[in-house]
C-alpha cells in the first residue's frame, strides 16, 4: 500500500502532528488512514488524501466519538478508552487520548487489527505531547 502524505488541517506547531501520525502509519502497515480529533471536534490532523473532503470527515467521526462517548457514560466509564468496529469493508479503531481528543485509523478487513490498536497506543503519549504543546 502506498504511503500517503499526511496533511496539516488544524493548527499543529511544525507539523509535530503530521509527522507523528506519517510515522504511526509507517509503522503500522495495516492501517489505511490515521486522523485526531480535539475534544472539540476539531480535525487537527489526517492521512486522508486530497480528494477527500475533510468536512465529512470531521462530521463523520464527530458523530461516531460522540456514539462512542455516549455508550461508555451510559456504562458507568466517564470516556471511551478505545473502540474497535467491524464493517463490509474493514476496521475503525478508535483510541482516547487523556485531553479528550480521539485517534482514529482504517484498516482493511483483513488487516491485523489488533496490532494496528498496539502501535496506537503506543504511539499516543507522542501525540498527546504534540497536542499539549498547540494548546499552549
Known sequence: MAEKDTANTGATSEGELDRLLGDLRALSGDMESCAVLSREGELLSSSH?????????KAMLGALVGLAGRAAREDGRERAAQIRVR???GHLLMVGLDDGSTLVATTALEARSGLVLYDMRNARKGIEKAIEGERQ
Open 49 to 57: 488524501g486530497p480528494g477527500v473532503e475533510r468536512d465529512r470527515v
Open 87 to 89: 464493517t463490509e469493508a
